[in-house]
């Protein structure tokens, strides 16, 4: 099965976060890595996780009662953009496969900001000229490629006085 080799990086993940730390604000992981052969799925989030690997012929189902401690927001950025300051990252959606011969990945990153989706959206586009990352605008929504050409949007939209957002990379 293709995507095995990343069963023991994700048991041996499970198990570092077992130290009590702020669980209620962890986002939620979900990760499919598959093909046509069998797969890997990892859902994990405040209230623990699941890892199931299947393939023709075989199938594990385990529980895991945490999962990472995760510093998403820390570690998450398009050509060294970051998302805006003090944005909290709530889900975490990826989904990994190789179908006739091409592989295709898909990350979604939901999100809130601190600051109303105009504000939100010309900081990170001010940040992407900076980085010379070239991004085109529709209202509150950002679009570009990254410097390896994969293809993202970011999208803000009101949450009270500030935002509620998604990043969407798509790698094909």
Do not use: H
């Amino acid at each position: 099965m293709r995507f095995a080799y990343l069963v023991p990086p994700m048991m041996f993940l499970a198990a570092c976060g077992s130290e009590e730390k702020r669980t209620a604000d962890r986002p939620e992981v979900t990760i499919n890595a598959g093909d046509d052969q069998g797969g890997v799925v990892v859902k994990a989030g405040k209230d623990g996780g699941n890892i199931k690997i299947g393939g023709k012929g075989a199938s594990i189902d385990i529980d895991i009662p945490d999962f990472v401690d995760l510093d998403v927001e820390g570690d998450f950025d398009i050509d060294g953009v970051k998302l805006y300051p003090g944005s909290k990252v709530t889900t975490v959606d990826v989904n990994a496969s190789k179908k006739d011969g091409s592989d295709n990945t898909t990350v979604k990153l939901g999100f809130t900001a601190p600051a109303a989706p105009k504000a939100a959206a010309d900081w990170m586009a001010a940040e992407f000229a900076k980085k010379s990352v070239q991004v085109t605008r529709s209202g509150d929504t950002l679009a570009g490629k990254d410097k390896d050409g994969d293809a993202f949007t970011i999208k803000f939209g009101p949450d009270g006085a500030n935002s509620k957002g998604e990043v969407l990379i798509t790698k094909s």
